[in-house]
T-cell receptor
Framework: DVKVTQSSRYLVKRTGEKVFLECVQDMDHENMFWYRQDPGLGLRLIYFSYDVKMKEKGDIPEGYSVSREKKERFSLILESASTNQTSMYLC?????????????FGSGTRLTVV | AQKVTQAQTEISVVEKEDVTLDCVYETRDTTYYLFWYKQPPSGELVFLIRRNSFDEQNEISGRYSWNFQKSTSSFNFTITASQVVDSAVYFCALSDPTGTASKLTFGTGTRLQVTL
C-alpha cells in the first residue's frame, strides 16, 4: 500500500525552539507539499517542492523553511517556534504529469508550541 | 485567484438521513479538477472523488453521489442514508495549475456529525 509517512503524530515544543517535521513518501512522486490546518481556515499551503532541492513558497511561508535533499523526503522547519504555529501539519505528495490525480496525504502532525 | 467556498461549517443529522454538502468554486481556468476528501477523526485525508471540468456527468458510488454543475460553479456531495461512520470533516478542493506544480486550493471544510 502506497504511503506518505509523517514522523510524529503529536509534538510539543517550547517557544523559540527549532522544530523539524519530517515527511517520507514511497510512491516516487515528484511533488510534495506542506499544509497547515486550522479550525475555520481549512488547509493552507506553506511550501511545496516539485523536485529535489527545488522549493516554492505557498500562501503562508512566513516563519517556515523546507528542505528536500532526497526525492522521497520533504522536511518542514520552524526556525523559531512560536505559539501561533500551534496547528495540525499535513504533508502530501502527487505525481507530475498530464492530468492531475490529486494528493496522497500523511496522517498529520499535531504540533503544540508552549 | 482560485477560491473554494464551503458555506456549511457544521451539519448534524440522525442516522439514515440524507445529507448534502455544498461546494462552490471560482476559477478562470477552462481546464480544472475538483476533488472531495474525507478527514475522519484519525486525521488523514482520504480521497473520495476527482472530477475534471469537461465531465459534467453526475457520479454515484454506493451511498455517495456527486452533482457537478458548471453553470453554477458547484460540486455538491450527497450521502444517502447516512451512517455514524460518515462522521468526519469533508473538504472540497480545486486544482490550481499555476506555477511549477499543480496544487490544490481547499475549502474550509464541513464537519458532519451523524448520531444514532
Amino acid at each position: 500500500d502506497v504511503k506518505v509517512t509523517q514522523s510524529s503524530r503529536y509534538l510539543v515544543k517550547r517557544t523559540g525552539e527549532k522544530v523539524f517535521l519530517e515527511c517520507v513518501q514511497d510512491m516516487d512522486h515528484e511533488n510534495m507539499f506542506w499544509y497547515r490546518q486550522d479550525p475555520g481556515l481549512g488547509l493552507r499551503l506553506i511550501y511545496f517542492s516539485y523536485d529535489v532541492k527545488m522549493k516554492e513558497k505557498g500562501d503562508i511561508p512566513e516563519g517556515y523553511s523546507v528542505s528536500r535533499e532526497k526525492k522521497e523526503r520533504f522536511s518542514l522547519i520552524l526556525e523559531s517556534a512560536s505559539t501561533n504555529q500551534t496547528s495540525m501539519y499535513l504533508c502530501a505528495s502527487s505525481l507530475l504529469g498530464t492530468g492531475f490525480y490529486g494528493y496522497t496525504f500523511g496522517s498529520g502532525t499535531r504540533l503544540t508550541v508552549v | 485567484a482560485q477560491k473554494v467556498t464551503q458555506a456549511q461549517t457544521e451539519i448534524s443529522v440522525v442516522e439514515k438521513e440524507d445529507v448534502t454538502l455544498d461546494c462552490v468554486y471560482e476559477t478562470r481556468d477552462t481546464t480544472y479538477y475538483l476533488f472531495w476528501y474525507k478527514q475522519p477523526p484519525s486525521g488523514e485525508l482520504v480521497f473520495l472523488i476527482r472530477r475534471n471540468s469537461f465531465d459534467e456527468q453526475n457520479e454515484i458510488s454506493g451511498r455517495y453521489s456527486w452533482n457537478f454543475q458548471k453553470s453554477t460553479s458547484s460540486f455538491n456531495f450527497t450521502i444517502t442514508a447516512s451512517q455514524v461512520v460518515d462522521s468526519a470533516v469533508y473538504f472540497c478542493a480545486l486544482s490550481d495549475p499555476t506555477g511549477t506544480a499543480s496544487k490544490l486550493t481547499f475549502g474550509t471544510g464541513t464537519r458532519l456529525q451523524v448520531t444514532l
